[in-house]
Nanobody
Framework: VQLQASGGGLVHAGGSLRLSCAAS????????VGWFRRAPGKERKGVSC???????YHDDSVKGRFTVSRDTGKNTVYLQMNNLKPEETAVYYC???????????????WGQGTQVTVSS
């Protein structure tokens, strides 16, 4: 099983990025996919999640700016990030496995992460 997170990059504050999480060897349909980030010197934090029945959840800090969606045909989940802030500079990871959106340590599979840098 491999998860490939991509779409990161350098963006100015207020800009947007769309991250992708593509899976191989595992069908994410029917499973939750969580997005997490680890900022320099900080602990990993949950950002957004889409459950197996496509309910979405977001950390309060990103509500109204981030959306998460899935394309079942492409076995890919997306994290659309708008109005990005410099403090959101981090490595962003996707993870899957359970059916519900759960704590990070309950996910079975993790992507390698993609760097998002937001300049002020």
């Amino acid at each position: 099983v491999q998860l490939q997170a991509s779409g990161g990059g350098l963006v100015h504050a207020g800009g947007s990025l769309r991250l992708s999480c593509a899976a191989s060897g595992f069908t994410m349909d029917g499973h939750a996919v969580g997005w997490f980030r680890r900022a320099p010197g900080k602990e990993r934090k949950g950002v957004s999640c889409i459950s197996s029945d496509d309910k979405t959840y977001h950390d309060d800090s990103v509500k109204g700016r981030f959306t998460v969606s899935r394309d079942t045909g492409k076995n890919t989940v997306y994290l659309q990030m708008n109005n990005l802030k410099p403090e959101e500079t981090a490595v962003y990871y996707c993870a899957t496995g359970p059916r519900l959106c759960v704590r990070a340590d309950e996910y079975d599979y993790w992507g390698q992460g993609t760097q998002v840098t937001v300049s002020s």
